[in-house]
Every structure is written in C-alpha cells, then in structure tokens.
C-alpha cells in the first residue's frame, strides 16, 4: 500500500474501534480480566462456605456434604481450567 492509502487505513480502523468502545461493543482485555477474576473469586468463596451451610442450616449428614463439596470442587477445577485456557 502506499503510505497515503495506509495512513487512511489506519485512520479508519483507529477510528471504528473508537466507535465500537463507545457504543459498548469493544471491551479492554485488562477490564475483561479483572471482572472474571472478581467473579471467580465470589464462587469459590460460596463453594467455599458451602459445607457449613448445608451441615449447619439444611441437616446434611457428613456424607452428603462430602460429596457436595467434592462436586463443587471438580466444578472449580474446571471453570479454572476454561478460565486459563482463555486467557492464554
């Protein structure tokens, strides 16, 4: 391209993407990032405070809040594999 057509090329895409950030439509990664890392953090602490929960306030026998508990776990271990997983 010549320097004049790659200027206005570049004008041009610097400006749709000034569009679509205004228009909500274009998202900074580092926004991205710190939202999932906040809610990630609010399931684990609710998986986190499940089994006291249940034993407490529902009557599960240990058992039962066992294998809640190691459901939920395998549920964590996967949403932050998908979560690395995107992000690299």
């Given at each position: 391209?010549?320097?004049?057509?790659r200027?206005?090329?570049y004008d041009g895409?610097?400006?749709?993407?000034?569009?679509?950030?205004?228009?909500?439509l274009l998202v900074e990664?580092?926004?991205?990032r710190e939202k999932l890392a906040d809610v990630y953090s609010r399931?684990?602490?609710f998986f986190q405070t499940l089994a006291d929960v249940l034993e407490r306030d529902v009557g599960l026998e240990p058992?039962?809040?066992?294998r809640a508990i190691d459901t939920g776990d395998r549920l964590l271990?996967?949403?932050q594999g998908r979560l690395v997983e995107?992000?690299?």
């Open positions: 391209m010549p320097p004049k057509e200027k206005d090329w895409e610097h400006r749709r993407l000034q569009i679509a950030q205004q228009q909500g990664a580092e926004a991205v399931i684990r602490t058992e039962q809040v066992q271990l996967e949403l995107e992000v690299d």
